[in-house]
């Protein structure tokens, strides 16, 4: 989530033009329009109207590293960055209702979460302000001629400290990760390559270890479960084709072939989608079937999208 951040520079998002943020909501609604009717439709729990429409920019970052900045993935990026500030936004918010309900705890999380974003709207602006008045701070804190690697123990700095501060507001630590990584590209603009150095360390030793993770945390024995597999493969062809058709509103910009790669370049919502069935399965909310199928789901999405993006990228 943390490289998956510093993918983006804030600066630039708010200055997408209006027509792009007005897709984006549209967007974002017909993802979450198909959510509700297909929830709605074959009787499952509330908690998949929430779970469906996810969004994590995390495997973008690993395919723009893989075919470069090129359109679509520019588009990617942007509209996955705002998507998964909502992702994760609604992914706390269901994590307080589910471990506490709808009471005095759901109201405590939601103040704290709205002043956490306040706060963090005044450290932009503040920071904003003072590189502006002082220039020269970015290039102190972060030196062009770096032999001592300063970029990266400020960067790691700056990880643990909004991390930290999600685990003492009880909020949702991708949220904190994330928003860490935006900062650098934000504010630090002179090292264009510390996110590269950053992507290295990550997709070359953590991103692989959080994949044995995943694989290891899959019982094999649960492939015995009758309808198991059927379900993985309904919910990451739904998944799938939801985002497809949300997509299709920026067929102007992007041309039909950009347009299904940045649907399913959003089709990958990994870290996310486990975190919020685990979230789901630990309140009782879904059982130990739909546990394993959002599990296996999110495994197809990955291998099914990643070869499919290779071989239309192709054509």
């Known amino acids: 989530m943390f490289i998956a951040g510093t993918e983006i520079n804030l600066k630039n998002v708010l200055k997408t033009p209006i027509n792009i943020i007005k897709k ?55 509209v996955g960055g705002i998507g998964e500030v909502v992702s994760i936004g609604i992914l706390t918010l269901t994590a307080a209702a589910l471990n506490s309900g709808f009471g005095l705890g759901f109201v405590e999380i939601v103040i704290d979460l ?30 062009n001629d770096d032999k001592q690697e300063q970029d990266i123990r400020l960067s790691m700095g700056i990880f643990f400290l909004l991390v930290s501060a999600m685990l003492y507001l009880h909020l949702e630590l991708a949220f904190g990760a994330f928003l860490a990584g935006i900062f650098i590209p934000t504010f630090f603009e002179h090292k264009r390559e510390l996110p590269e150095k950053l992507s290295s360390f990550g997709f070359g030793f953590l991103i692989p270890i959080f994949f044995i993770h995943i694989g290891s945390s899959f019982n094999p024995n649960s492939l015995m479960i009758d309808g198991l597999i059927y379900k993985a493969i309904l919910i990451a062809l739904i998944m799938i084709l939801m985002r497809l058709v949300a997509s299709l509103v920026f067929i102007k910009e992007l041309g039909f072939k950009d347009t299904i790669l940045m649907g ?50 192709k054509n």
């Open 24 to 78: 984006v909501v549209l967007y974002l609604l017909i993802l979450y329009a198909f959510s509700i009717a297909f929830s709605l439709y074959i009787n499952v729990g509330k908690v998949f109207m929430v779970l469906l429409p996810l969004i994590s920019v995390g495997l973008v970052a690993s395919l723009a590293k893989e075919y470069g900045k090129t359109e679509w993935i520019n588009m990617s990026m942007i």
């Open 114 to 143: 709205l002043l956490f974003l306040f706060v963090m709207y005044i450290v932009f602006r503040a920071t904003t302000l003072l590189f502006w008045w002082f220039p020269e701070v970015s290039t102190v804190l972060m030196p």
């Open 264 to 313: 399913l370049s959003h089709s990958m919502p990994l870290t996310l989608l486990i975190a919020m069935a685990t979230l789901a399965f630990s309140a009782n909310s879904i059982d130990v079937l739909h546990y394993d199928a959002f599990i296996l789901a999110s495994l197809f999405q990955v291998i099914g999208v990643m070869v499919a993006i290779k071989l239309i990228n």
